[in-house]
């Protein structure tokens, strides 16, 4: 392989022909919300939708109880409700995630500790035990782009020490581990419908729960406290939130959740698929699921290995860019390093020490600082990784041509 073949360097792309694309909503996302219209009410208290998405969820997720809210980061909120998270409560979660799994701890007083995980990028159950301390309330446990986490050993930890354990499925629809759908080892499930995830309704989650009580204290949390689901002697007794889902997002649900399996077995088969057809590329190393786990694979995660290559992962990822493949450096998923944790300001308007910099700066003195070298595998996991994107509608040509594409360039860069 000649460098000057290199699309980056004038040669043809290996990528011809465009990504497939396809419509996400067709006739019965249409034909359910003409149905909610027609209801003459789009509050799930008296419709149709929503309920009906909630009870699908239950079938989806193994799980006897299901709250639909607004967000995915509504779903991990509720979930740390449920786990009894409150002030000064500790929070152990993985640094490589997106907001929605760390906003709900801050809102609620508590705080992120978070753990290292494993160069595969998994949360581990080793790794989680360290971090444990008298605070320690709760586990969030991420499973990644599809990767289901090894979330039964932290399930076992979890139990044995007294932990919650918050399973957060953002971008896990459909994953499995030892054939068990993830989001029913803990106590909570925490799933999105935002419009980047497997399924969406443009903005949208479901939390999945275990137990019957913590059912009635997270419905009425995501319903200003109306006890409306329950025989009402609850009636705003307590403090609640609105984090409602409406009936056009449970009617758009019902009509995703019917074809949930099959865009995530499709996610499955591509990149699958890719994965095979990389095995042996020189330079870089694919991650891999756990043995015992099914991906739904949202992107697929290479790591360069810096030492078999004569450029740099910037290098490599701008030329795989150039032959036309979807992909980007992994540096950017990051929580450590962003302002909220760097800076350690929630309520910039709030005068005090304490409140500036509470929850980072507990009333009784506890004082949390967030350095990327308390994670060595996650900062060195964000100078090597390339994410390459996996779309529902992609076609085998599609995956054909990314892996030459992938295949060409690694091969021009190898030493
Ligand atoms: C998207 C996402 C969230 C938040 O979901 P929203 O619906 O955007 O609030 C939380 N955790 C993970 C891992 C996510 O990918």
Not at 269 to 291: A, D
Request: net charge negative; with cysteine; aromatic share 8%.
């Amino acid at each position: 392989m000649q460098n000057h073949e290199l699309a980056i360097n004038g040669g043809p792309k290996a990528k011809k022909s465009p990504y497939g694309t396809g419509k996400r909503y067709l006739d019965k996302e249409l034909e359910y919300l003409r149905d909610a219209l027609e209801q003459n009410t789009l509050f799930y208290g008296y419709g149709k939708w929503v309920k009906r998405a909630c009870a699908m969820m239950c079938e989806y997720s193994g799980m006897p109880y299901v709250v639909a809210c607004s967000s995915g980061s509504a779903a991990v909120h509720l979930g740390l409700i449920a786990a009894g998270v409150g002030p000064g409560d500790e929070v152990i979660v993985t640094p490589n995630t997106d907001q929605g799994s760390v906003l709900g701890i801050l809102e609620e007083g508590a705080v992120p500790v978070f753990t290292d995980p494993a160069m595969n990028l998994n949360p581990s159950a080793e790794d989680i035990e360290k971090r444990i301390t008298e605070y320690t309330k709760a586990v969030v446990v991420v499973h990644l782009t599809g990767y289901a986490a090894p979330v039964d050993k932290i399930a076992e930890l979890c139990t044995a020490r007294g932990i919650g354990l918050v399973e957060d499925c953002a971008q896990s629809w459909g994953a499995k581990l030892n054939g068990k759908m993830v989001g029913s080892f803990g106590d909570a499930g925490c799933y999105s419908t935002n419009d980047y995830k497997h399924i969406s309704t443009g903005d949208g989650g479901f939390v999945a729960l275990r137990d019957e009580s913590l059912y009635r204290r997270v419905s009425n949390y995501s319903d200003k406290h109306y006890d409306r689901l329950f025989d009402g002697s609850l009636r705003q007794k307590h403090h609640a939130l609105n984090y409602r889902m409406g009936e056009l997002q449970g009617a758009v649900a019902v009509a995703q959740l019917e074809k949930v399996d099959s865009i995530t077995s499709r996610h499955h088969e591509l990149g699958e698929n890719l994965r095979s057809r990389l095995e042996g590329v020189p330079g870089v190393n694919v991650v891999s699921p756990l043995p015992d786990a099914e991906c739904s694979y949202k992107w697929i995660i290479m790591q360069v290995k810096e030492d078999e290559l004569s450029v740099d992962r910037k290098q490599v990822v701008s030329s795989l860019q150039a032959e036309g493949i979807s992909c980007s450096s992994y540096d950017g998923y990051d929580l450590i390093r962003k302002r909220l944790f760097q800076e350690r300001i929630v309520r910039p308007w709030m005068a005090t020490r304490e409140g500036r910099m509470y929850p980072f700066v507990q009333p009784d003195g506890r004082d949390y600082t967030y350095d990327i070298e308390n994670t060595p595998n996650h900062k060195r996991a964000m100078e090597i990784g390339i994410v390459v994107t996996i779309d529902t509608f992609y076609t085998d040509a599609d995956i054909e041509e990314v892996a030459a594409g992938i295949w060409k360039v690694l091969s021009a860069y190898a030493i």
